[in-house]
Each structure stands twice: as C-alpha cells, then as structure tokens.
C-alpha cells in the first residue's frame, strides 16, 4: 500500500470560495492519481484523473495539479452543488489507496 | 447501461464467514478489471481488493489480506467478495467498482451492501 495523506479533513467556504486540496502521496507515483467527489446516498463521481485530466462533464471550475508525489485539487469558485466529500486515489501501485477524504462545508 | 449490484451483506457476528456477490451487466464484464471499495461508517472510502479482467491476478488492502478472496465468474457476469474470520472493523458498506479499461480509475459503482459484524 502506498499511505495518502490528504489535507484538510475538513474546511468551510463560501459560494465563490476558490478552495485547494492536497493529498501527499508517501512515495512516488508519478501522475497516477485521481480525484472523486462523493455525496450522502450516492456513487462516488470522477472528477480528475491521471492527476490533471479532467473528466467529461466535469465544470471547469474543477483542476488538478501535480505529479511525483504531491498534488491538488482546485475548485476555482465554490457553487453550492460542490458541498460534498473529495478523495484522492492513487492508481500506481497494485494496491490502490484513497486519501482519508476532505469534507467541504458550507461557512 | 451499466449496472453493478452488490448482495449478500447482512449481520454475521465476529470470526464467521460471508460471500458478498456482484451481478454486472450492460458491458462486457469479462474485459474488465473489477475492485472491491468500502466505507466503514462515518469513515472514509478504503479500496479492499482487485482482480484481473481474465482472474489471473488478484491484489488485496493489507488490511484483508489473507482473510478476503476476491474472485469472479465471467461466464455469469459476476464478481464475488469472500470474506472469512471477519472482524468489527469490516463493519462497513462494500460496493463493487468497475475499473475503466485501458486506465487507472473507477468509472461505474455499485449501490452497496451492509455488512455488520457484530455478536
């Protein structure tokens, strides 16, 4: 297993808020890293794979960024609908491994 | 479209045994490289297990391994979690993930299914 470690656990923000998450991975893995957003009751939805692509139907308020071992994930202006729990997931290893998770909530 | 649905989850007190199933259909399942993902509650997603599109390799969450088997019929569509000398710490909801071919990433879950160890 490869430990993410992902930061903050939690933030409050404001509609409008540019917010930045990180997740440190403990060793290389180069841009094998993605990034979901999950809501109460439902699928977790991909938002950025392979540490910087963003995935179809994605807004473009959404960016990734990084590679090796650290990265970030961007939302350019909070909306409302972005309130929800993100993960990053590294992809490198043969084991997988998903950040502990950062909960946004609404300041 | 594709559908993923997990069964088999319920309440199994410490040490026992349960065999979880997912039923996969609207894709080709045996091209398809498919995970076990789960979220103990109030916790975050933990990745379990993984398996090969043809069953050839299997990859496991230390956390597992040696105790859950990952296995799967592709003549059935189905992929399976066997789960022995199950702790409190399984307690948690388990969904079966399909891994996009030719990528790295999840693009279809499951809905999940409960399981409680507990006496």
């Known amino acids: 297993d490869i430990p993410m470690t992902q930061s903050p656990s939690s933030l409050s923000a404001s509609v409008g808020d540019r917010v930045t998450i990180t997740c440190r991975a403990s060793?290389?893995?180069?841009?094998?890293l993605n990034w979901y957003q999950r809501k109460p009751g439902k699928a977790p939805r991909l938002l950025i794979y392979a540490a910087s692509s963003l995935q179809g139907g994605v807004p473009s308020r959404f960016s990734g960024s990084g590679s090796g071992t650290d990265f970030t994930l961007t939302i350019s202006s909070l909306q409302p609908e972005d309130f929800a729990t993100y993960y990053c997931q590294e992809s490198y290893s043969d084991a997988w491994t998903f950040g502990r998770g950062t909960k946004v909530e609404i300041k | 479209q594709v559908q993923l649905v997990e069964s088999g989850g319920g309440v199994v007190p410490p040490g026992r045994s349960l065999r979880l199933s997912c039923a996969a259909s609207?894709?080709?399942?045996?091209?398809?490289?498919m995970h076990w993902v789960r979220q103990a509650p109030g916790k975050g997603l933990e990745w379990v297990a993984l398996i090969w599109y043809d069953g050839s390799k299997k990859y496991y969450a230390n956390s597992v391994k040696g105790r859950f088997t990952i296995s799967r019929d592709n003549s059935n569509n189905t992929l399976y979690l066997q789960m022995n000398s199950l702790r409190a710490e399984d307690t948690a909801v388990y969904y079966c993930?399909?891994?996009?071919?030719?990528?790295?990433?999840?693009?279809?879950w499951g809905q999940g299914t409960l399981v409680t160890v507990s006496s």
């Open positions: 609207g894709f080709t399942f045996s091209s398809y490289t």
């Open positions: 993930a399909r891994q996009r071919a030719t990528r790295s990433y999840f693009d279809y």
């Open positions: 060793q290389i893995i180069d841009s094998f």
